[in-house]
């Protein structure tokens, strides 16, 4: 029987519903998008895949103190401090309340309660108050892209030699390349050329199409020199 190749969109979507059919199923991570939903937040967690990868890269590195700029309802929390040790740490700062509240019911789901350190507030100004103990290992930001920079430079002044600054939503579905984008997405993709002159080949960019939101997206992974 001779297969057509789908166009591209249905070549994503037939990918990751492959995976989703052999991967193995979170019945906590689903909780938490189900309970997303049923909340009325905002669906707009990374994908399991991107999850995945969050644990895997913290798990590589053998962090211990992870900083998280953007909780929403926990998914991305719960991904990396399951990949933590014992007595490892997710610092994540999280201004809307009740995503805050979705997310220590999440931790708890999750058994992670006691990995997470949880601070509300605008992520400004509980970056300015933070006191750390010691370097960070690892640094997600998927927070108000239009901060990215600010988050980026402290994550920079933060995060120890050889560990991870990883950004979320560079792409925007294509929007941020986009000839015609508007000052909101250019100054998106001059945060996205200022890492890339800046660090080279410590930069890597793994692309993700996200089906429920019906979008071509990335992550931006910078190894610390």
């Given at each position: 029987?001779?297969?057509?190749?789908?166009?591209?969109?249905?070549?994503?979507?037939?990918?990751?519903?492959?995976?989703?059919?052999?991967?193995n199923h979170d019945?906590?991570?689903?909780?938490?998008?189900?309970?997303?939903?049923?909340?009325?937040?905002?669906?707009?967690?990374?994908?399991?895949e991107q999850g995945?990868?969050?644990?895997?890269?913290?798990?590589?590195?053998?962090?211990?103190?992870?900083?998280?700029?953007?909780?929403?309802?926990?998914?991305?929390?719960?991904?990396?401090?399951?990949?933590?040790?014992?007595?490892?740490?997710?610092?994540?700062?999280?201004?809307?309340?009740?995503?805050?509240?979705?997310?220590?019911?999440?931790f708890a789901r999750?058994?992670?309660?006691?990995?997470?350190?949880?601070?509300?507030?605008?992520?400004?100004?509980?970056?300015?108050?933070?006191?750390?103990?010691?370097?960070?290992?690892?640094?997600?930001?998927?927070?108000?892209?239009?901060?990215?920079?600010?988050?980026?430079?402290?994550?920079?002044?933060?995060?120890?030699?050889?560990?991870?600054?990883?950004?979320?939503?560079?792409?925007?579905?294509?929007?941020?390349?986009?000839?015609?984008?508007?000052?909101?997405?250019?100054?998106?993709?001059?945060?996205?050329?200022?890492?890339?002159?800046?660090?080279?080949?410590?930069?890597?960019?793994?692309?993700?199409?996200?089906?429920?939101?019906?979008?071509?997206?990335?992550?931006?992974?910078?190894?610390?020199?």
């Open positions: 029987m001779t297969r057509t190749r789908p166009e591209l969109k249905p070549l994503f979507v037939h990918v990751l519903e492959y995976l989703d059919e052999h991967l019945p906590v991570a689903n909780w938490i998008l189900e309970e997303t939903a049923r909340r009325g937040i905002p669906e707009i967690a990374i994908t399991p995945r990868v969050l644990r895997l890269l913290v798990e590589l590195i053998g962090a211990r103190r992870i900083l998280e700029i953007g909780t929403l309802s926990g998914y991305s929390t719960v991904w990396m401090a399951r990949g933590l040790p014992e007595d490892g740490k997710v610092i994540t700062c999280e201004v809307n309340p009740k995503h805050a509240e979705m997310a220590q019911d999440a999750a058994g992670v309660t006691d990995k997470v350190e949880l601070h509300l507030g605008p992520a400004l100004e509980s970056l300015e108050a933070l006191e750390l103990d010691e370097p960070l290992d690892m640094v997600f930001i998927d927070a108000d892209k239009q901060n990215n920079l600010p988050y980026f430079e402290f994550a920079e002044a933060n995060t120890r030699s050889g560990g991870l600054i990883v950004v979320d939503n560079i792409f925007l579905n294509g929007q941020v390349i986009a000839s015609d984008a508007n000052e909101y997405y250019r100054e998106l993709e001059a945060f996205n050329r200022h890492v890339f002159e800046k660090y080279g080949d410590a930069v890597t960019v793994i692309p993700f199409f996200k089906k429920e939101e019906d979008n071509l997206d990335g992550i931006l992974i910078v190894r610390m020199p």
